[in-house]
């Protein structure tokens, strides 16, 4: 299979998780709100729900890992470029690539780490809901670097033409 190739599968493969993910994402908000809602009303009428605070902030925490990858994807994080715009391209696209590689170090360190405080966690009990895992939580943190990790494979896999157009001279800026 030709790198062509295997980048467009690459490519559909990550189109195909990411409206996945945004569809998880906005269930978990929604499911959130409606555990926040019904835990008022109940806690209105004298029967509070103990759990609903719990259950919310545990989607919260995974809608928000995974709401940082689908920002990421459409680069509708806040970027500093006030200083590189003003480098020649090749410097735009070196310090591009370097911040990249910076972003993804951390973000194998943060799966790994992660994954290492979901296994230490699994026997701690979730807040106000016994018989839960706090890892189920937990899980939310490595998860998203994960997911954000393949996001930004993808942009340094792209970043790399933009790079060699610039060194031999050609416009090599970033959109």
């Known amino acids: 299979m030709s790198a062509s190739r295997i980048g467009f599968a690459v490519g559909a493969w990550h189109e195909r998780i990411g409206s996945v993910q945004a569809s998880v994402a906005a269930a978990c908000l929604i499911l959130m709100v409606i555990l926040i809602f019904a835990g008022g009303i109940a806690r209105l009428l004298g029967h509070p729900l103990n759990w609903a605070i719990d259950a919310a902030t545990a989607l919260f925490a995974w809608a928000c890992f995974l709401c940082a990858d689908l920002a990421w994807r459409r680069d509708g994080l806040i970027t500093l470029t006030w200083l ?31 994954l290492h405080l979901a296994w230490i966690s699994r026997a701690r009990s979730f807040q106000g809901i016994p018989g839960v895992s706090y890892s189920w939580v937990t899980l939310s943190m490595p998860a998203g670097a994960a997911l954000l990790l393949s996001t930004t494979a993808i942009k340094l896999r792209a970043e790399w033409p933009r790079l060699r157009r610039a060194l031999r001279g050609g416009d090599g800026a970033h959109r």
């Open 84 to 114: 590189t715009e003003r480098l020649p391209p090749a410097a735009q696209a070196l310090c591009r690539l370097a911040v990249l590689a910076i972003v993804a170090a951390f973000l194998a360190y943060a799966v790994a780490v992660g």
